[in-house]
């Protein structure tokens, strides 16, 4: 079995760092960055089984990362992720093509679990 490829897209570095390791105790290899454009340029060199994306970020924001991602990379799952209950960010998320949408902050198996799904059903698509 392949080794899971995820990126992490997260302004906040402790999230990054916290969730990283969690991740790379199961075996997932997690690649990280702190903003859109670097998400954007990651993704443009290499393919992804799967993208966490946070919603609220400096800069680009996480929906205009969505959507410039899944021109990039179409079968790519995007998992959104805010700290902002925002219903409008998750509708519109969801609309350009969010694999799913969950709130900050997130457990981590919560988080793990909706990674593995998404991973699933995209190699179910492939």
Known sequence: MTMLRLLLVDDEQDFLTYASRRFKRR?????????????????????FDVMVLDVKMPGMDGLEVLERALEISPKTPVILLTGHAS????????????????????????????????????????
């Open 87 to 126: 219903t409008e960010a998750a509708l519109r998320g969801m609309a350009l093509g969010a694999y799913e949408y969950l709130l900050k902050p997130v457990q981590h198996e919560e988080l793990f679990f909706k990674v593995a799904e998404a991973a699933r059903a995209s190699n179910a698509t492939r």
């Open 27 to 47: 075996n997932v290899d997690v690649h990280t960055a702190q903003t859109g454009e670097r998400a954007l340029s990651m993704l443009r060199k290499q393919p």
